[in-house]
Every structure is written in C-alpha cells, then in structure tokens.
C-alpha cells in the first residue's frame, strides 16, 4: 500500500502521525510511505530520519494526498484540505466530527473511508488512540490554568500550590476520566485542593483510592455544580461522550456565580466543550473573556509539546496503521472489532450511529 504522511497545517500543529521508526517498519512489510517534506521537524524528525528509514520524501501537501491510498494524520483536515482528499482513500486520523457538520459533509463528499482515532475502542470498552493524547491534554490543562490564574493575563492572582501560612489554590475536575484524572494528579502535585465530579462510581472510588487526601470526589450534579463553581479559582472539563458532542455543564448564566479571574479550560473543545461559552481558541489566541471568566479552549492542546505527544500517539497508533496497510480496510475492519469502532464515514455514507443522531442524518 502507498501510505501518506502529510505535514500538519492547522495553527501551531507540530506533530507528525508516523516516525521514522514507523516509516522502517511499514517498509519492512512491503509498504511505500510518501512523508512530505518538514513533516516531522516540529517533533524533532529530520527529512534525513526518513529518507534513512525507506520514506519517499514529496515537497508539497497535494502531492501526499495524490500519490496515496491512505493518509495517516494527527488533526482533521482542515479546509485547504478538503478537496485533496481522494474517492476510496483511507483517512486515519483525529477527526472529531460531531463538533464540525462542514468538515462530516466534506468527508461524505469526498467519497473517502474515514477512520476516526477518537472512536476506536479496545476489548475492555476503553479508547487506546485517545488515551495518550488525553493524558497529555490533562497534565497541560493545569500547566495552563495555573499561568492563566496569574493576575497579568486577567486571572485572580491565585498560585496553585499556595505558600506557607497561605491556603493553596482550588481545583474543580468536571469528568473522572483519563483527562479527570491526569489534571487531578498533576494539580495534586502541585499541591492544590482538588475536587473532581463525575456519574460513575466506580470511576470515583478508584480515584479516591489512588489520589491524596487533598482530593475529594462527589457526585456530579447540577446543584453540586453551583455550588462548587462560587469558590474553585480554576475549572477543568474533561467530559466525554465517545463520538458524540459533549454535555454542557457550566451555563452562561451560571458565569456570574464565579469569582473574576476564575479560569475555564475546557478539554472537550474538540467536541463541542463541556461550557456553554466555549469557543475554539488557538495556540496563537487562547484565551478570551466572558463576564470576566478567562476561558482557554485550544483544540489541540498537546500539540504545544510535539515531541512527548509524537511519540505518545504514533506508540499506540502503528499497529493499528500496520492492520490497515497490511490487510486493507475492509479485511482489517472485518477482523478487527476496535478498528471497526473507528468507521465514522464510507464512500459517501455515514456509518457511525452517534454522527447520524448529532447531525439527525438518516440511517443507512
């Protein structure tokens, strides 16, 4: 199979889908990989890493697309994109369509067999090609709330690990899954008081388990929302519903029981947010405003650290990638019940049930 690796255009995108380590074993099994020129320079990947490992190197983002059965990427294609994608070509990649009708209607009319990361889902129910990225994506979201908490950027002025004789920082975690839980033990270490919310139980008896006695579990509601948001400097939401949009959480209105400067940042961006104010922000703009609540909605947060995130993703990514090159879609879907998960759209159809709901699509 001829596989394409394209470098990365969306703002402040540095990571590349395949290392030269996965160029050398996908040569190794017969397969030619076209990897455009630069792709992996943002990851710390040399043209000459590739070229070393059997890559075919193109100068231009149309040539990849051209000369290839599959794409192997890291974000959706964004709009230049969209028209160079081919009839029957394999996309693999983070999608996110239920946050994007343009880009499900540009893939249903291209007539591409789109795979999407996000909804691949092993044996035991869990998502393998979410799961690193996610781990990232909460370490980072305290990284980043506890900067904009500083009082330059219109934060309330709050260090989150307090000194002594000062009480530290509060932290509300809304999700206790991977993003719950890594923003939780990152703020933990930090030293700030922690609460985190979530629905399922047992998710809150293992955090209880393995986190510090600074980080408290409750059940998840709305009034326990209210009530905590009148006094936590920083809010995460890591809620997510696999393939679907994510819940709204936090109101507009509910944005005038929280103290000025409390900082939002929501994980869930790329599929719709956990906020009712939440808007895509960038690496270049993260952050905006709302009755003086700093909101930082970055869709691809790991992005701003390519090298840990590269090699995080394309660890877990290339057996699947292999599956694909190997067998062809339609055998490797067969055979494989979590690729199968990952079909979100083929030649034209919409195959993933939460899309058709999203989007009230017919089903086919």
């Given at each position: 199979?001829?596989?394409?690796?394209?470098?990365?255009?969306?703002?402040?995108e540095?990571?590349v889908?395949?290392?030269?380590a996965?160029?050398?074993e996908?040569?190794?099994?017969?397969?030619?990989?076209f990897?455009?020129e630069?792709?992996?320079e943002g990851s710390?990947?040399?043209?000459d890493?590739y070229?070393?490992?059997?890559?075919?190197m193109?100068?231009?983002?149309?040539a990849v697309?051209?000369?290839t059965d599959m794409?192997?990427?890291v974000k959706?294609?964004i709009?230049?994109?969209y028209?160079l994608v081919?009839?029957n070509?394999?996309?693999?990649?983070y999608f996110?369509?239920?946050?994007s009708r343009?880009?499900?209607?540009a893939?249903?009319n291209s007539?591409?067999?789109c795979?999407?990361y996000?909804?691949?889902t092993?044996?035991?129910?869990?998502?393998?090609l979410l799961?690193?990225?996610?781990?990232?994506a909460?370490?980072m979201?305290?990284?980043?709330?506890?900067?904009?908490?500083e009082?330059?950027i219109?934060?309330?002025?709050v260090?989150?690990g307090?000194?002594?004789?000062?009480p530290?920082?509060?932290?509300?975690v809304?999700?206790?899954?991977?993003?719950?839980v890594?923003?939780?033990?990152?703020?933990a270490?930090?030293g700030?008081?922690?609460?985190i919310?979530?629905?399922?139980?047992?998710r809150?008896?293992?955090?209880?388990?393995?986190?510090?006695s600074?980080?408290?579990t409750?059940?998840s509601?709305?009034?326990?929302?209210?009530?905590h948001?009148?006094n936590?400097?920083?809010?995460?939401?890591?809620?997510?519903?696999?393939?679907a949009?994510?819940p709204s959480?936090?109101?507009?209105?509910?944005?005038?029981?929280?103290?000025?400067?409390?900082?939002?940042?929501?994980?869930?961006?790329?599929?719709?947010?956990?906020?009712e104010?939440?808007?895509?922000?960038t690496?270049d703009?993260?952050?905006?405003?709302?009755?003086d609540i700093?909101?930082?909605c970055v869709?691809n947060?790991?992005g701003a650290v390519p090298?840990?995130?590269?090699?995080?993703?394309?660890?877990v990514?290339?057996?699947?990638?292999?599956?694909?090159?190997?067998?062809?879609?339609e055998?490797?879907?067969?055979?494989?019940a979590?690729?199968?998960?990952g079909l979100?759209?083929?030649?034209g159809?919409?195959?993933a049930?939460?899309?058709?709901e999203?989007?009230d699509?017919?089903?086919?």
């Amino acid at each position: 199979m001829k596989i394409g690796v394209p470098k990365e255009i969306k703002n402040y995108e540095s990571r590349v889908a395949v290392t030269p380590a996965g160029v050398f074993e996908l040569v190794n099994c017969g397969h030619q990989v076209f990897v455009q020129e630069g792709a992996g320079e943002g990851s710390g990947f040399s043209d000459d890493d590739y070229k070393e490992t059997g890559a075919y190197m193109l100068p231009t983002i149309e040539a990849v697309y051209a000369m290839t059965d599959m794409i192997v990427k890291v974000k959706e294609p964004i709009a230049y994109e969209y028209n160079l994608v081919k009839k029957n070509q394999i996309v693999f990649t983070y999608f996110h369509f239920a946050s994007s009708r343009e880009l499900t209607e540009a893939m249903i009319n291209s007539k591409a067999v789109c795979i999407a990361y996000e909804t691949v889902t092993d044996a035991e129910g869990t998502l393998p090609l979410l799961t690193p990225m996610s781990e990232v994506a909460g370490r980072m979201a305290i990284q980043q709330g506890a900067k904009y908490l500083e009082k330059p950027i219109k934060g309330r002025g709050v260090l989150l690990g307090g000194v002594p004789g000062v009480p530290p920082g509060k932290v509300l975690v809304l999700g206790a899954g991977v993003v719950g839980v890594q923003a939780a033990k990152m703020a933990a270490g930090l030293g700030a008081h922690v609460t985190i919310l979530d629905i399922n139980m047992k998710r809150l008896r293992y955090v209880n388990d393995v986190m510090p006695s600074h980080v408290v579990t409750e059940f998840s509601s709305v009034y326990n929302i209210k009530k905590h948001i009148k006094n936590h400097d920083l809010i995460i939401g890591a809620v997510l519903i696999p393939g679907a949009k994510a819940p709204s959480l936090i109101t507009r209105d509910m944005l005038k029981e929280m103290r000025p400067g409390t900082v939002l940042v929501d994980v869930a961006v790329d599929q719709g947010g956990c906020f009712e104010t939440t808007m895509p922000t960038t690496h270049d703009d993260p952050t905006f405003i709302i009755d003086d609540i700093v909101h930082y909605c970055v869709a691809n947060m790991p992005g701003a650290v390519p090298y840990t995130s590269t090699l995080a993703l394309t660890n877990v990514t290339l057996p699947y990638v292999l599956k694909l090159a190997n067998m062809g879609w339609e055998k490797a879907c067969e055979q494989n019940a979590d690729l199968r998960s990952g079909l979100s759209i083929v030649k034209g159809e919409v195959v993933a049930k939460e899309l058709l709901e999203v989007f009230d699509l017919p089903l086919v």
